[in-house]
C-alpha cells in the first residue's frame, strides 16, 4: 500500500487484552472495512497497550495473532490497509519517550480511564499505566493521522493527543498533524445483554453479557435467549426498556435495517420470537468472520507475511516523522 497524497490519513488500534466482541465489531472494526477506499488506512494491534495491566505472555501472544486475523477476516484488505503489530515498530515507544517529555503530570492524572483502571487493578498502578496516553499519542502522531475512528470512551485521549500535539507544535511549528476523532455512526454503541445500562465489555465477570465474535452459535443463541428485556412484551424503543432497545439495535444492524423497520416487522410478536430471531441474525452475520479467522490463525505463514509487510510499510512512515522530531528537538542526527 502506498499513501495517497490525495487522501487523508485515519489510524485506530485494538488492544489484544483479551477477546473481541460484537460491540468492538459493530461499534468499530465493522466501519473501518468501509473507509479503506477513501482514507489512507493504518490499523495496528496494541500489543504495548496491553501490559498496562498484567496479561498472560502465551495468551497476549495468541491474542494478538487472533485480533490481527480478526481485522482480516472482517474485511480489512492488507493490500489497500496498513496492519501491523504495534512492538514492531519501535518508533512508538521512542516517541512515546520524547512526548512524555512534553506531557504534564496534572493532564495525564485527569484522565478518567486511569483513574478507573487504577481503581480496578489497585495492586498494580504502575508507571505505564499512568503514561498511556502519551503511547496513544505516539502512535497517532507519528503517522500524522488526520482522523482516529474511537469509541466515546477514548475520545478524552484522542483531546490529549491534540493538546500535546498543540504544545510541541508552538515550540517546534509544523511538526504533527492535528488529529480529529473521528466518532462512527450514532447507535453503533452496543450494551450488555444482562444489563443494558452498560457497554457490553469482554471484562464482564457474567459471559452472558457479551457476545465474543468466535463465540460458537449454540452459545450466541443461549445468550440471546437470556438476554435481559422487561415484562410488556411489546418489541419499541423507549427509554425505560433498555434491553429491548439494544436488542432492536443490534438486530438492525444484523439486517442492514433501519430500526424503524425492525419494530415494523415484530409488530404484534413476542420477545421469545424476537430474541431468536437476533440470535439468528448474529449468528450469521458472525460466521464469516469465526470461519475465517480460525483459517487465518491455521495459515501463520499468510499472517506472518501481512504483519511484517504492515510493520515495514509502517516503520518507513514512522521514521521519517522520528526523524523530523529529533531535528527539531535537538538530537544529533546518526
Ligand atoms: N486506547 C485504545 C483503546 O483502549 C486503543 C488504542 C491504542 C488506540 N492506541 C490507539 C486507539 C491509537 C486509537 C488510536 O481502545
Redesign the pocket.
Known amino acids: 500500500m502506498i499513501m495517497d497524497k490525495e487522501k487523508k490519513t485515519m489510524?485506530?488500534?485494538?488492544?489484544p487484552s483479551g477477546k473481541l466482541t460484537l460491540g468492538n465489531y459493530l461499534g468499530a472494526m465493522r466501519n473501518w472495512v468501509g473507509l479503506q477506499d477513501d482514507y489512507n488506512c493504518i490499523f495496528?494491534v496494541?500489543n504495548e497497550?496491553a501490559i498496562t495491566v498484567r496479561q498472560v505472555p502465551a495468551e497476549l501472544r495468541r491474542n494478538t495473532l487472533e485480533v490481527l486475523a480478526q481485522y482480516i477476516a472482517c474485511g480489512l484488505d492488507p493490500q489497500k490497509t496498513i496492519l501491523f503489530i504495534?512492538s514492531h515498530v519501535a518508533a512508538h515507544a521512542e516517541l512515546a519517550w520524547i512526548l512524555n517529555c512534553y506531557t504534564m503530570f496534572g493532564e495525564l492524572s485527569r484522565m478518567t480511564?486511569f483513574k478507573d483502571k487504577s481503581a480496578r487493578h489497585a495492586d498494580n498502578v504502575n508507571a505505564g499505566l499512568f503514561t498511556?496516553p502519551t503511547?496513544?499519542a505516539a502512535?497517532?502522531l507519528l503517522y500524522q493521522?488526520d482522523y482516529?475512528?474511537?469509541?466515546i470512551?477514548?475520545v478524552q485521549?484522542?483531546e490529549l493527543t491534540r493538546n500535546i500535539a498543540q504544545r510541541f507544535n508552538n515550540l517546534f511549528p509544523n511538526t504533527f498533524t492535528m488529529p480529529e476523532a473521528y466518532l462512527g455512526k450514532v447507535g453503533a454503541k452496543v450494551m450488555s445483554l444482562q444489563d443494558p445500562a452498560k457497554k457490553m465489555s469482554k471484562s464482564d465477570d457474567n459471559t452472558n453479557s457479551f457476545i465474543l465474535l468466535l463465540d460458537k452459535p449454540e452459545d450466541i443463541m443461549r445468550k440471546f435467549k437470556r438476554a435481559v428485556t422487561d415484562s410488556d412484551n411489546r418489541i419499541v424503543r423507549a427509554e425505560d426498556k433498555p434491553g429491548v432497545s439494544n436488542l432492536i439495535g443490534i438486530y438492525a444492524l444484523a439486517t442492514n435495517q433501519t430500526p424503524e423497520q425492525v419494530e415494523a416487522e415484530f409488530e404484534g410478536k413476542g420477545y421469545g420470537d424476537f430474541k431468536t430471531a437476533c440470535g439468528e441474525a448474529v449468528v450469521e452475520m458472525l460466521r464469516p468472520i469465526r470461519e475465517g479467522t480460525e483459517d487465518l490463525l491455521k495459515n501463520k505463514d499468510y499472517l506472518e507475511q501481512v504483519y511484517k509487510e504492515g510493520a515495514q510499510q509502517a516503520a518507513y512512515l514512522a521514521r521519517k516523522t522520528m526523524d523530523k522530531v529529533h531535528r527539531k528537538i535537538g538530537f544529533v542526527a546518526k
Open positions: 489510524l485506530s488500534c485494538v488492544q495496528s496494541a497497550h504495534q480511564q498511556y503511547l496513544m502512535d497517532i493521522a482516529v475512528p474511537v469509541g470512551d477514548q485521549h484522542v
